[in-house]
């Protein structure tokens, strides 16, 4: 049918040569790997060759090949075995692997907004695999961006084709068609009136069988909702039940799964019934990373005495930000005006939307003295802001996914007071979720040591108290503040939440992901 591609020329659609010149192949002590030597006139035909033979992964072009004197030829190699040796180079050669074509589509709900972290990390991820060399294109299910930065605009300016608003799925496998796209990533964001899994999956499997379809979720929904539900005093029940079982759907259908963190993989992996198994192997991390431009570097940051009050930051329709406020807006922030009346709080993050009018949030905070909502601030506003808060808060009551807020402050050296939740989902990786340690890289010692980076409080009163020592012990601070950078550029078993860490992730999963569809890497 038109519009169709038969899954019988998978390998031809999906796959291509990864090419080196000055440089052959072989497989060291396996010779059962040889598949058989065929005329060449170049390297070129003998990739053609590789990739029309089912059996092929490799192949080495020689001008004179030894079976046929005078004439060039190539060795076509067997893909090595996953548990194998890799392909080793032999010099004075050209050869080829044969390898996922490094051509990818992202799907999301819209344009990366930059009012939205989740939107910022994805772009982030854009970026990345962008300069990794990857050809990239994105589509928006919509074409809503309010701006006043516009994603479309931003994608635009390195090179990335886009299409939004998508309209049918005959749209996007044709987009994906002309940009050559061999995997498609899939947002599951659980946005709008359907996510992006359940519109286009099924319809780009059908469509294209040869594309590699991988869903890459922010975090694990269908528990963000149970953990919504209890700390609001209700049973989740259906709505929790029918979106477990949606998004664990989307993950079993996909070929590849991409969470942010260890702990949603294990989320994860642990709320798959027996019918839906899934090995880990299908499962890749990729990191949260802070690609923004730094606001202000560390060595330019104000010292204690010239800052003051409390920050927030966070989009107030989120329902672990509107949740975590409110609770630290009634329990909390009382005592600590009773302790220090002249203290004051400062509310950074969008307040459009129905979530944080109807909960009454926005009304306590126009009510509550000495707190102050700036609403959305640009980045020259936020560094400004950074640089004048004494104290970073984070009261999240429950979470999935990472709170990215606490990375904002770790980078900018802004001392934090967090719950034993956020302690749990801080990139890079979970501080101690008493002590909110966390290991980082000590060039005196050649180690990782660990380091206190956060305070960490859970009830009303004890946060209050941290919050206080924070905001009044000067040695107290300066350790928080010179520990949090620390554990931003080194923690996690390196790179922090740097923006190459996040290279590093998608050359692992792109490794697992074309083993069995091509062949391997040199």
Partial sequence: REGFVSGHFGRRSSCACDVRQDSGLRLPSNESSLLSRVPGASHTACCTACVQHESCGAWTWTPSADHTPGRPGCTLYRPPPSTGSPYVHSPNLVSGVLSLKRSVLFVHNHPPQQRLGSDRRLLAIVQQVQQLGWSVSFAGVEDDDPGPIKGRELLGSIGVPILSAIGSPDNLATFAKQHDVSVVVLCLWFWGSQPVPARYLRALRNRLPHLRLVVMSDDVHHRRLKLEAEDSGRVGGKEVAKTKDEEIKHYFQADHVL??????????????????????????????????????????????????????????NNPTNLHGLLWFLREVWPSLRKAEPKLTLRVVGSQEGESAKASGLLELLKSSVGVTASGYVSDSDMGRLLQSARVFIAPIRWATGIVTKQTLAHVHGLPSVITPTAARHVAPAPLDAAGGTGDAWSHIRGRYVPLRVAAVAETAADYAAAVLHVHRNESAWQELSENGARYARSGGGGKGVCPSGLADDWLAFWVKLQTGSCSGTF
């Fill in 259 to 316: 969470t942010i963190s260890e702990v949603d993989k294990a989320s994860i992996l642990s709320a798959l019934p027996p019918q839906k198994s899934m090995h880990e192997s299908r499962f890749s991390i990729v990191r949260h990373v802070y690609a923004d431009g730094v606001l202000f570097p560390l060595e330019r940051k104000r010292g204690f005495e010239q800052r003051s009050g409390l920050m927030f930051v966070g989009n107030l």
